[in-house]
Structure formats: C-alpha cells, structure tokens
C-alpha cells in the first residue's frame, strides 16, 4: 500500500509564489512517474506537469515558465514551485505518483490554492 499526502497549498495574492510538496510512503520500491494536476471549480481536472525518472518533464501551457517540477528521491517527496500566481491558478491541486513497473498510480487528497487580493 502506498500513501500520498499533499501539503503546502494556500491563500496567496496575485504575483505570490507557494510551493507545494507531496510526499509518498509505504511499500514504495521506486517511483518512476510524478505528476502534478489541479481541478477549479465547477471545472474537471486538468493537468499541469510531469516528471519522470528519466528526466523527461512536461508543462502544460498556462503554467509554463511560472510553475517547475522537481523531486528528491531521497526522502521520496515531489515539490511544485509557484511563480507569479494568478487568481485564475485557483484549483485543489493534486498529485500522482506512479509507482513501480508497470506503473501502479496513486493520488494525494488534494490541497487547495487560492490567489485572491
């Protein structure tokens, strides 16, 4: 069994920055996929970012050049860096981690975002 757990998120206003983490724990033998997505409301969820073992990533367009992806493997934990926050960036942000091969997914319960002046 692997747990996920979301942490970091907040009320921020416009142009702040937060930086999310998500850690894994449990029987976790490597984690080879990361993923980070966000659901607004009334909106179905969308996704952000990715980071794979390889060192592939990918951004989704809205959030390039303001949100980065990173991990430490060392204690298992994914962070999502935040620049420049808009209100519309408002969403519970969730993480996935992928884990093992093949690929077994697991999602955190979400943190929430607000930016709002």
């Known amino acids: 069994q692997v747990q996920v757990v979301e942490s970091g998120g907040g009320l921020v206003q416009p142009g702040g920055s937060l930086r999310l983490s998500c850690v894994a724990s449990?029987?976790?033998?490597?984690?080879?996929?990361m993923s980070w997505y966000r659901q607004a409301p009334g909106k179905r969820r969308e996704f952000v970012t990715f980071?794979?073992?390889?060192?592939?990533?990918n951004t989704a367009a809205s959030v390039k050049g303001r949100f980065t992806i990173s991990r430490d493997n060392t204690k298992n934990t994914m962070y999502l860096q935040m620049n420049s926050l808009k209100p519309e960036d408002t969403a519970v942000y969730y993480c996935?981690?992928?884990?093992?091969?093949?690929?077994?997914?697991?999602w955190g319960q979400g943190t929430q975002v607000t930016v709002s002046s």
């Open positions: 980071l794979y073992s390889s060192g592939m990533t």
């Open positions: 996935q981690m992928g884990v093992g091969t093949p690929l077994k997914y697991y």
């Open positions: 449990g029987d976790i033998h490597s984690i080879n996929a």
